[in-house]
């Protein structure tokens, strides 16, 4: 019985992702003026739920490894229902965020509300490459202690933060960056790259407690720490750009 508690914690993580995709089909957007003539584009709070569903998701991800290893109940199944769980959770409803987000962005134009869905279509390029990288992950037997290409978990959560962001933001040019059509695009490219890259992104688990051995894990933790207490909700995609910048100073590291 003890063997499947894992599983248990990878189904949760599943659960969390359709509770997520749920959040985020909502009704519609709404359009309404303000008293300058500004047209201001809302959609149902709720979506503020799909992001809580996904960084729950994350939560239970990095349980179940640890679970798993607690109780040395480490399998191929519950291996590959890992990476069903996370398409799910960092790649299906990440990406409908992201259509929300391409929608809102074109309604704010003239006849906006018309638009071809072909123009939302980019959205699930991110749950397309989160799927190819999951794949490759479960073949390649290398990437125990470095990953090759973004892990979905830092994706998901990266997107999971515009909402998040954009509703708690007092920032009018951060708001209008997030719902301009041409920064989501540019998003749903990058991230879908850096998931099917080959570069070495480092992995945040920790053999030892020296600094030396640990330097660029511990460098991002504290970061991290630094950045959410100056930004909040904004250190998120802070702290995906530092995870990146660091994986790459200190990739002979890492490989190491």
């Known amino acids: 019985m003890k063997k499947q508690i894992p599983n248990i914690f990878t189904l949760l993580n599943l ?23 500004t047209q201001l584009i809302e959609i149902p709070e709720k979506i503020y739920l799909a992001s809580v569903f996904i960084g729950l998701a994350a939560l239970v991800d990095f349980l179940d490894g640890f679970v798993a290893r607690l109780f040395n109940a480490t399998s191929e199944m519950g291996k590959q229902l890992d990476s069903l769980a996370d398409i799910v959770s960092f790649g299906v409803a990440p990406s409908m965020i992201l259509f929300q987000f391409l929608r809102m962005s074109f309604a704010a134009e ?95 688990k920790f053999k030892s407690f020296g600094f030396k051995e640990n330097a660029p894990k511990i460098i991002l933790l504290l970061s991290s720490l630094l950045l959410i207490i100056l930004f909040k909700w904004l250190a998120v995609p802070l702290i995906f750009i530092s995870y990146i910048i660091l994986s790459v100073i200190y990739r002979r590291k890492i490989e190491a």
């Open 110 to 204: 003239e006849n906006g509300m018309q638009i071809s869905s072909v123009f939302l279509m980019p959205s699930f390029f991110v749950a397309a490459a989160a799927a190819y990288r999951l794949a490759k992950f479960n073949l390649d037997v290398s990437q125990e202690k470095v990953f090759k290409g973004m892990p979905t978990p830092a994706v998901g959560l990266l997107i999971a933060s515009f909402p998040l962001i954009y509703w708690h933001s007092d920032n009018s040019t951060i708001i209008q960056i997030l719902v301009n059509k041409w920064f989501l695009y540019a998003v749903i490219l990058f991230v879908s790259w850096i998931m099917l890259s080959n570069i070495s992104m480092m992995a945040l």
């Open 15 to 37: 659960v969390f992702g359709c509770l997520a995709i749920v959040a985020v089909l909502q009704k519609g957007i709404v359009l309404n003026e303000a008293a300058d003539g």
